[in-house]
């Protein structure tokens, strides 16, 4: 028995160091490192039982090669050799006969090591492929939206709420999605510092905070707005440091903020006045607040307008100009590594994009030449992506040929020709920084590949010498990459000797300077921002209304929130059926009123449907939300659901900004399920 350190590489601003128990090839227990700081100890509720992932029965275990129908499932094992001989062939003729840009690698985010999650991009950014715009299905709104106002730059240290005497949690679940926080944030809870949260959903975040406002979905910006407009009535703005280091604020405040009163703040948001003025008067009273904003509420038409407006309130009160108060979003802008040896190696500087949230119409639609060679890795988007039933149309195109390499036999690797098997995070080993944490940390595999997985790492190398690739990278091991993402790096980072992590503990890496640091050309947190104008977008946060979402409001009774699973994290612990079973059936939840008003009751079979399709779903009753609100936590894949998948019901519509998914922008209606399900349902 040995216990190996490790790196929790689930997509998850936790970002933990683990402690791996292994008895010669098997894993018998995965904990938190009580060594590290942030993990203290502890692993979450999915992570303790990702032995059962590794170990899994339904791992894939040899290559595969269709024999039936694209989306039939049927299979027939071949080796390594033939199913790399016949991607290389396959390709070759592709790049012959169409050029590069008829093929398409599609990896993304699930093994969050940087050389695993990168270099499968990083061999077709050499092989000068259609490019992916990676993450529009999760926080390119978000980012976008803070990178405009704050400019390409880290959040504050989670570890500085210690010092802070305010919590507003604005659309983020912590206790599902970053628990390791919530575990600070209580600790200061319990000092008597009052935790606020404004989200749709009284969520386990909102029933563990002192205050719950259950805003209307899409009209954060209004409420941030309004709260703009209050702190200026009142008094309460650091005038000086606006001055400072802020550009635009009093344009702002006479040009949208005046325009903001409570009242019509509170009917937009469905809060009352008395709240909002109450929740401006706490967020006024003190600098030292600590505002954690969520990416729920950027996955909306006009997300990108949200970030911005909430991003903007800590430069109102002066908060991030001092410790223990400012915003967290993410912290990997200031961990300025240089990735571009794994990320950009060789390859054309531009070449054509393919957004992440529009594989579908991507793949129906896109000529000179179409997408004929596609790779999918470490993502699911038969069931994560917008719009699945135009992913799926795209998908079963005979005359594409598909590969997938992914650890399951997932909903989208049912439509490949070939499906590699891949290793999980702990049959590798790679570099971790931190997206909510300014953790580093280098890890080495606890147990040897499972059967004849490959890793992401591998195979990309492997695939780059079958193509022809002799970019160096393609050849060195993770411990001859490493120094080079220190190479050129700037800030914290720059400081730390690599040979430091070759022990595989964690080493925090903060910037040093208190307060933000601001990274626009202007140097100043840019309320007004001319890149924007200069985009014909709104240059200044505002709350706009938009005219699809009023258009489907009047078709539509409901809106649908989509939520993070809090035992599954989209698809990714699918095949663990413990936490299957403990996230139970898939649910779609009503308020009471909006099921009486339909005759439906609890635990019945509903149908969820609109223009787009219909997904099949089991009813939950309770006022954890508001009426006219229909929420479905996590996306389940077809064979978990009773009928379909929640994206089903969701537009590939692309946000304001960072054309990021706006699953929050669906209307709906929900009535008893009425037909027999077919078998094959
Ligand atoms: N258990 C678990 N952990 C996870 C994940 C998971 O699915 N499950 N996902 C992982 C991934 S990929 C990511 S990107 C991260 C972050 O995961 P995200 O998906 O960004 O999760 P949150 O930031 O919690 O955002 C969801 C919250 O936003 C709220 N929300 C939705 N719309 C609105 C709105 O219009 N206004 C407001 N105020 N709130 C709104 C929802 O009710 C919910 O509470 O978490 C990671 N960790
Ligand atoms: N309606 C709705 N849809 C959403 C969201 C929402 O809030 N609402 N959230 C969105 C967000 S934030 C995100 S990030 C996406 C996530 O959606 P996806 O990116 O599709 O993520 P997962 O469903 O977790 O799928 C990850 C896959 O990678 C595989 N995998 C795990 N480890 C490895 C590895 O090391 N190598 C390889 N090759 N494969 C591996 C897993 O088995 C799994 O099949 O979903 C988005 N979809
Ligand atoms: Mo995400």
């Excluded at 529009?136 to 990178?147: K, P, Q, R």
């Excluded at 200026?232 to 005046?258: H, M, N, P, S």
């Excluded at 954690?292 to 100009?321: D, E, F, N, S």
Aim: glycine share 8%; charged share 25%.
């Amino acid at each position: 028995m040995k216990t190996v350190r490790a790196t929790c590489a689930h997509d998850c601003p936790c970002m933990c160091s683990l402690l791996v128990q292994v008895d010669g090839d098997r894993i018998i227990k995965v904990s938190g490192d009580p060594e590290q700081p942030f993990t203290d100890g502890f692993a979450c509720a999915k992570v303790n039982r990702d032995a059962e992932i590794v170990h899994s029965p339904l791992r894939v275990k040899t290559p595969l090669r269709r024999t039936g129908p694209k989306g039939s499932g049927q299979f027939a094992p071949i080796t390594w050799d033939e199913a790399l001989a016949e991607i290389e062939t396959r390709w070759k003729a592709t790049i012959a006969k169409d050029g590069p840009l008829a093929l398409l690698g599609y990896s993304y985010s699930s093994h969050q090591g940087q050389m695993n999650r990168h270099m499968p991009n990083g061999f077709f950014h050499a092989l000068g492929a259609s490019r992916l715009t990676a993450g529009t299905v999760c926080d390119t709104c978000a980012d976008v939206g803070w990178e405009t106002t704050l400019g390409p730059v880290g959040c504050i240290d989670p570890d500085e709420v210690a010092l802070s005497e305010l919590i507003v949690i604005w659309g983020c679940d912590v206790k599902a999605v970053n628990v390791h926080l919530w575990q600070k944030l209580e600790q200061r809870q319990r000092k008597g510092v009052k935790i606020v949260v404004i989200d749709p959903h009284r969520n386990r975040t909102a029933q563990g905070a002192d205050w719950h406002l259950p805003i209307n979905i899409g009209t954060d910006a209004a409420l941030a707005i309004g709260i703009a407009h209050v702190l200026v009535r009142d008094g309460k703005c650091d005038e000086a440091y606006l001055a400072a280091k802020t550009l635009g604020f009093e344009q702002w405040k006479t040009d949208i903020v005046a325009n903001f009163p409570p009242q019509r703040v509170a009917d937009i948001t469905g809060l009352s006045v008395a709240d909002i003025e109450r929740l401006a008067a706490m967020y006024g009273a003190t600098k030292k607040s600590f505002l954690r904003i969520g990416w729920g509420m950027t996955r909306v038409a006009h997300g990108g307008q949200a970030m911005r407006a909430v991003a903007t309130l800590p430069a109102l009160t002066g908060a991030y100009g001092v410790r223990g108060g400012g915003a967290m979003s993410v912290t990997a802008g200031s961990l300025d590594f240089n990735f571009a040896p794994v990320r950009k190696p060789s390859g054309p500087a531009e070449t054509r994009q393919v957004n992440h949230s529009l594989l579908g119409e991507a793949l129906l639609t896109l000529q000179d030449p179409p997408i004929n060679a596609l790779f999918i890795a470490s993502n699911n988007p038969a069931v994560t992506n917008p719009d699945t039933k135009k992913v799926k149309q795209g998908l079963a195109r005979e005359d594409l040929f598909t590969v997938v390499h992914d650890p399951m036999l997932t909903d989208t690797a049912l439509y490949a020709d070939i499906v590699l098997p891949a290793t999980t995070y702990l049959e590798t080993s790679d570099f971790y920084r931190g997206y909510g944490t300014y953790y580093i940390q280098f890890a080495p595999a606890a147990v040897a590949p499972q059967g004849e997985a490959w890793s992401n790492m591998r195979l990309a190398q492997e695939l780059a010498r079958r193509m022809g690739l002799v970019d160096e990278i393609f050849k060195l091991t993770p411990e001859q990459i490493l120094p080079k993402f220190f190479e050129g790096a700037k800030g914290a980072v720059a400081k730390i000797d690599p040979k430091r992590l070759l022990d595989h503990r964690a080493i925090k890496a903060a910037p040093e300077a208190v307060g933000q640091e601001f990274r626009t050309k202007s140097g100043k947190l840019e309320i007004y921002s001319e890149d924007l104008a200069r985009q014909g977008l709104p240059p200044m946060p505002v709350w706009e209304a938009d005219a699809q979402e009023v258009q489907d409001a009047a078709k539509w009774p409901l809106r649908l929130l989509t939520t993070p699973g809090y035992f599954l994290s989209h698809t990714a612990f699918s095949a663990n059926e413990f936490l299957r079973k403990r996230e139970g059936e898939p649910v779609c939840v009503l308020h009471p009123n909006d099921a009486a008003k339909r005759g439906l009751r609890v635990g019945e079979l509903v149908r969820l449907f609109n223009d787009r399709g219909e997904v099949g779903l089991v009813l939950r009753v309770s006022d954890e939300i508001r009426e006219g609100v229909a929420l479905v936590p996590g996306q389940r894949p077809e064979a978990e659901a009773v009928h379909g998948t929640v994206n089903n019901l969701c537009s590939d519509r692309l946000s304001d900004l960072g054309a990021g998914a706006t699953y929050q922008s669906t209307f709906l209606d929900v009535e008893k399920w009425q037909r027999q399900l077919a078998a094959a349902e």
